[in-house]
């Protein structure tokens, strides 16, 4: 299985539809150091050091940050 991740660049701006609100949320890339998957986004004056971290925050609940930014589809696991 490959990992299908899309690394941004710092000055990239990352948004998040959400369902059901028309707002949608923007992050700036600060950060990103691609070698130790770190990766450091801006949203308004915080500052979060992880794309889950802020997809947490902003989300209420826990979630996978790549999938939330829509750097990584979402794949349904099959069961055999």
């Known amino acids: 299985m490959t990992d299908e991740r899309i690394w941004p660049v710092i000055g990239d701006k990352l948004i998040h539809q959400r369902r059901k609100?028309?707002?949608?949320?923007?992050?700036?890339?600060?950060?990103?150091d691609s070698v130790n998957g770190k990766i450091t986004l801006k949203i308004g004056e915080e500052i979060f050091h992880s794309l889950t971290a802020?997809?947490?925050?902003?989300?209420g609940w826990s979630c996978n940050g790549w999938i939330y930014w829509g750097l990584k589809k979402q794949t349904s696991k099959r069961i055999e």
Do not use: H, L, S, Y
């Open 21 to 32: 609100k028309r707002d949608p949320i923007e992050a700036e890339v600060i950060f990103v």
């Open 54 to 59: 802020a997809a947490n925050f902003m989300a």
